[in-house]
DNA sequence: ATGGTCGCGTAGCGA
């Protein structure tokens, strides 16, 4: 039996429980990292998610940010917040060690700064994060054991991955110095779910909520799942879940779901 | 002709 690995964004937890919920009862992956919970702990609605067979952990922040992962086996160990910068209080990212059916492996749940506007502090402090994701990377290949980072990496690969590249020229989710910093990531020699499998261009993982961009279909695929080596030999299936943007009162990302050998 | 995004939290920011 695989194990299934999911990525959404749900934006705002509490807001978006009747989706959460019936996804996640349809689709029972054994993983689920969620970013953008939009709470702390004391809102997390944690009684009706473990009501489902979950284990939940969570890295929360008031108002903005916050990721979840949940688990249908038990948590071995479980790390808040992306070293590197002992200032940063954004919850943006966590991680945990999980058995598997063979073997336990590691998974993130990253929410990568948006960076807008350009330039500006928060483009500065997203590619500062960006190089503080490969660091830590860097330290996880040594064990040379399968991880997932799996998440919200507000960046678009490549012009095949966004409606209107040229509409896009500029955005920090599309700028030259941000797909340095995502091939520099690639580069230490982590693979795309999506490119392992084979993914074809106009797939998208967001529609944004303004301008009708989901009925023209005007998306973009910034939700990725990034594989060590060990993790990359072991994906059976890669999905978006593009349905699910058609629900009501909908997330504006879908899931994106990844099934491995482990 | 008008208004044409959503969530948090209750103004205006973030995305």
């Excluded at 919200?152 to 910093?181: C, F, M, Q």
């Excluded at 990034?226 to 990359?232: E, I, T």
Aim: with cysteine; net charge neutral.
């Amino acid at each position: 039996m695989p194990i299934t690995v999911a990525t959404w964004n749900v934006n705002s937890i509490k807001a978006r429980m009747h989706a959460v919920t019936g996804w996640l009862k349809d689709n029972q992956p054994d993983v689920a990292c969620l970013q953008e919970l939009k709470t702390t702990e004391d809102g997390f609605p944690f009684m009706e998610l473990e009501s489902l067979g979950y284990n939940i952990r969570i890295h929360g922040q008031k108002s903005y940010n916050g990721v979840a992962l949940l688990s249908k086996q038990p948590f071995e160990s479980v790390t808040r917040g992306l070293p590197g910068d002992d200032k940063d209080d954004q919850a943006r990212y966590m991680e945990a060690i999980i058995m598997g059916r063979n073997s336990p492996f590691r998974v993130a749940s990253i929410y990568l700064p948006n960076g807008n506007p350009v330039p500006g502090p928060k483009y500065d402090y997203k590619l500062a994060w960006m190089t503080r994701l490969k660091t830590h990377a860097e330290n996880l290949l040594k064990d040379e054991e399968p991880f997932i980072l799996a998440g919200d990496y507000n960046v678009i690969p490549r012009s095949g991955d966004v409606h209107d590249p040229k509409a896009w020229e500029g955005d920090a989710l599309y700028r030259p110095e941000t797909h340095a910093a995502f091939r520099a990531l690639l580069g230490i020699s982590l693979t795309e779910a999506f490119d392992q499998m084979d993914g074809r261009f106009g797939q998208y993982t967001f529609w944004d909520y303004k301008g009708g961009a989901w009925p023209q279909n005007r998306g973009l695929r910034i939700d990725h799942l990034l594989l060590s080596p060990q993790a990359a030999d072991r994906i059976r299936r890669f999905t978006i879940h593009r349905d699910v943007r058609e629900g009501v009162r909908p997330s504006d990302h879908v899931p994106v779901v990844g099934k491995f050998d482990l």
